[in-house]
């Protein structure tokens, strides 16, 4: 799998948006971009994902970049509910393989 | 809202025995998984399971280890003889399809080995 590169931890203030970067630049074309959180004491949860276009949901906006060699996690405005590891990983789109490689995240720790 | 259900939450067992944990996945899902969490550590993949069986496999997935869905709805992991060092969380999940869509992970089972 494509390696991505995250920063260890982050700080956001209540009510803030926040910013998540991730870091692929050695992404292939069918790789999809996924993103999962697990809060504490829980077991990873789907947030997001996306190949090309930015994407919304309910949760959360991801933002890729044009050549796809990074891309940003985008919470509009950050809840105490929202401290916790964010994954950034990528997942082969073309049957080469279907397990999710979790690295190390970013930690988000959420101010009140 | 639909979810991932595993039982118990908590195991603990001696050194050496047989243990299974087991999980509900999503009831139209077609793709299951088992990942285990290490405490401090990576969450890590160890099997997927599609159409009655494996499709994929890491390396932490030896002899030791056994996946099955006896029933249609329940997916188990056995461990069979097990170590300290199998101490870990140890998470199941479901996927609709497999590759671009998100997959459901349970709350987890808490396996302490002593």
């Known amino acids: 799998d494509a390696k991505t590169t995250q920063p260890n931890s982050m700080e956001s203030n209540e009510e803030e948006p926040v910013h998540l970067p991730c870091n692929h630049s050695?992404?292939?074309?069918?790789?999809?971009i996924h993103w999962y959180r697990q809060l504490p004491s829980q077991g990873p949860e789907y947030v997001i994902h996306?190949?090309?276009s930015n994407v919304n949901n309910r949760m959360a906006s991801l933002a890729i970049a044009e050549d796809r060699k990074s891309s940003t996690l985008i919470l509009h405005r950050a809840t105490l509910r929202d401290a916790a590891v964010y994954y950034c990983?990528?997942?082969?789109?073309?049957?080469?393989?279907?397990?999710?490689?979790f690295g190390g995240g970013t930690r988000l720790m959420v101010k009140p | 809202e639909p979810e991932v259900t595993q039982t118990p939450s908590h195991q603990v067992t001696q050194m050496g025995q047989e243990v299974i944990l087991r999980c509900v996945p999503i009831?139209?899902?077609?793709?299951f998984y088992w990942y285990r969490q290490i405490l401090g550590q990576k969450v890590e993949f160890l099997v997927s399971?599609?159409?009655?069986?494996?499709?994929?496999k890491s390396e932490i997935f030896d002899d030791q280890f056994s996946v099955e869905r006896p029933d249609g709805s329940n997916f188990t992991l056995k461990i069979r003889s097990t170590k300290l060092e199998d101490s870990a969380m140890y998470f199941c999940?479901?996927?609709?399809?497999?590759?671009?869509?998100?997959?459901?992970f349970g709350q987890g089972t808490r396996l302490t080995v002593v």
């Open positions: 999940a479901s996927s609709p399809t497999v590759m671009t869509t998100e997959a459901f």
């Open positions: 050695t992404i292939s074309g069918t790789d999809y």
């Open positions: 996306g190949l090309t």
């Open positions: 990983i990528l997942r082969a789109g073309d049957n080469a393989g279907n397990m999710l490689t």
């Open positions: 009831s139209n899902h077609l793709y």
């Open positions: 399971f599609y159409n009655n069986e494996i499709s994929e």
